[in-house]
């Protein structure tokens, strides 16, 4: 990239992107939210809502008129014809925030991911706001891919990872039952070993001992599997790594490691 100094005037209110529910001041931070949240590029950003805030925030009149006369052009195509480099390319030569390579790399990028399904790009954004630890907006997301299944159009194995990410994301807000029960889904769809694991290692999360055994005898599994499952969780908490993360954590005063976790919680609660 050319620069990341912010070199253009401050909003004094900020555009508000609902994906990451993050409030930006200035035209490069458009552009590095662009830039690194590619997958994340629909009508949040493409609106008028924004337009209007590069006109009455930044003052940026030219850019205003380029971008709300491709939002017209766009109305005019069908969703498939709609393309969101002629909307988002105009914003990084406005900034010069690329070099040439780099804008023409950004826009291969763009137009591989565009020729994508809806289901695909859906289930793209929701993998990202796992990461972001964003869970309960990227749960809508996977939901309404399940909603819309046609097994018949992206096979099995895409829908299993989109259960397994469910379960994923379900875990992050606590609802282990729930997680539980969507690797199960997903590991009735592809029956994986990796599928298998995380619903083994999802069930002492809200099962008693005795019901885990239970559960596992009620299955049938292979003993040597569930075994090596429950071996590697048990290695994983002597991992030093998480190991020197426990120990920072219990040097910490209850109350601020308590406000910093349910500051964390919040934010993945928002939808």
């Known amino acids: 990239m050319s620069y990341d100094l912010c070199l253009v005037k401050q ?21 590095f939210y662009l830039y690194n949240n590619l997958c994340l590029i629909d009508e949040s950003i493409m609106n008028e809502r924004l337009c209007d805030w590069l006109r009455d925030e930044l003052h940026l009149t ?26 988002v390319l105009p914003i990084f030569r406005e900034a010069g925030y690329l070099t040439g390579q ?62 397994s990410n469910l379960g994923a994301a379900l875990a992050g807000l606590f609802r282990f039952e729930e997680a539980a029960e969507c690797f199960w889904e997903s590991y009735s769809l592809m029956q994986t070993k990796e599928s298998f694991r995380k619903y083994i290692s999802t069930l002492p999360l809200f099962l008693s001992e005795e019901e885990c055994r239970s559960r596992i005898k009620e299955l049938n599994a292979d003993e040597t599997l569930v075994r090596t499952i429950q071996e590697h969780n048990a290695k994983l908490c002597r991992n030093p790594e998480f190991l020197s ?5 219990e040097s910490r005063p209850v109350e601020e490691v308590a406000e910093e976790l349910k500051e964390q919680y919040f934010r993945s609660t928002r939808t």
Do not use: H
């Open 62 to 87: 030219r850019l205003y008129r380029i971008l709300y006369g491709q939002l017209q052009k766009m109305e005019e195509k069908s969703l498939t014809e709609q393309d969101a480099a002629s909307f």
């Open 102 to 163: 780099e804008m023409r790399d950004y826009q291969d990028r763009l137009s591989k991911l565009e020729v994508q399904s809806d289901e695909m790009k859906l289930k793209l954004r929701g993998d990202y706001l796992v990461k972001e630890k964003m869970f309960a907006r990227a749960a809508w997301m996977y939901r309404q891919i399940l909603k819309q299944r046609n097994p018949g159009k992206l096979g099995s194995q895409f829908y299993a990872g989109v259960w």
């Open 11 to 31: 909003a004094s209110q900020p555009y508000y992107i609902e994906n990451i529910r993050t409030g930006i001041y200035s035209l490069e931070e458009l552009c």
């Open 245 to 249: 993360f426990k120990e920072q954590v």
